[in-house]
């Protein structure tokens, strides 16, 4: 359940951007996104104020998750955790990555702090039975629940 609620939070950003929402009154130039990050208990769904090709764009910054604006911060589940961040083919592992989706297609970014990728895989965890779930998201913006 954790998975589905995690993949519709994705569709969320997603139609955020498509939608054309409005953070503090305007349409952030980024469109909307996903900041999840391994070592945190919840992840942000954010408006990326920069416009492609600036300082900052797909990089989530406090100034973009304010939930007064729009912004949304969830938290997990006390026996939920995110354990992996993987992005690329082969599969390389990161602490932090953002997911954005750019209006009007929306285009979708998979971005680890340095570099866009064509695909992520998110790996939940239940503390209590051990059991994992993956949530695949690619370039062209399919969010889904692998496994």
């Avoid at 492609?52 to 006390?78: H, Q, W």
């Amino acid at each position: 359940m954790n998975a589905q609620s995690l993949v519709a939070d994705l569709h969320l950003a997603q139609n955020n951007s498509l939608g054309l929402a409005k953070y503090n009154n305007s349409l952030p130039g980024g469109g909307w996104g996903i900041s999840f990050d391994v070592n945190q208990s919840f992840y942000t769904i954010f408006a990326d104020l920069n416009d492609p090709g600036t300082f900052g764009y797909m990089v989530y910054n406090s100034g973009e998750g304010d939930i007064t604006y729009g912004a949304r911060v969830i938290d997990l589940p006390p026996n939920t955790e995110i354990t992996s961040l993987a992005v690329g083919s082969p599969l390389v592992e990161y602490d932090q990555i953002n997911v954005t989706f750019l209006p009007p297609d929306p285009q979708t970014n998979i971005y680890n702090g340095t570099a866009t990728s064509t695909n992520l895989e998110i790996t939940l965890k239940d503390n209590d039975t051990q059991a994992t779930k993956t949530i695949r998201v690619n370039f062209l913006g399919l969010i889904e629940v692998v496994d």
